[in-house]
């Protein structure tokens, strides 16, 4: 039996990023993480877990507070600068 790897952000540390310290938006908050995870699963071309860089979990915090802020213009800067040096050239 194979087991799962850890995911590379987990809603406790979401909560913490946010500042969130009730479980009403758990739901939302897991479904942000799932979200901004595969987005920059997909900019990668990597699958991430727990032991993933710290630069592309810090990207999924950031889209994660981009998104729970409502939108591109929450003061939240790009992404790319910690995603760049993670992607894979695909030929």
């Known amino acids: 039996m194979e087991t799962a790897m850890a995911q590379p952000v987990t809603v406790a540390e979401a909560k913490l990023f946010l500042r969130v310290e009730h479980e009403a938006e758990d739901g939302l908050i897991q479904t942000l993480i799932t979200a901004a995870q595969a987005r920059v699963e997909a900019d990668v071309g ?13 990207a999924i915090l950031m889209l994660v507070l981009r998104a729970y802020e409502r939108g591109e213009d929450a003061g939240v800067p790009p992404i790319d600068e910690w995603v760049a040096p993670h992607r894979v050239v695909r030929l």
């Open 46 to 58: 990597l699958s991430l877990t727990s032991t993933s860089p710290a630069g592309l979990r810090l």
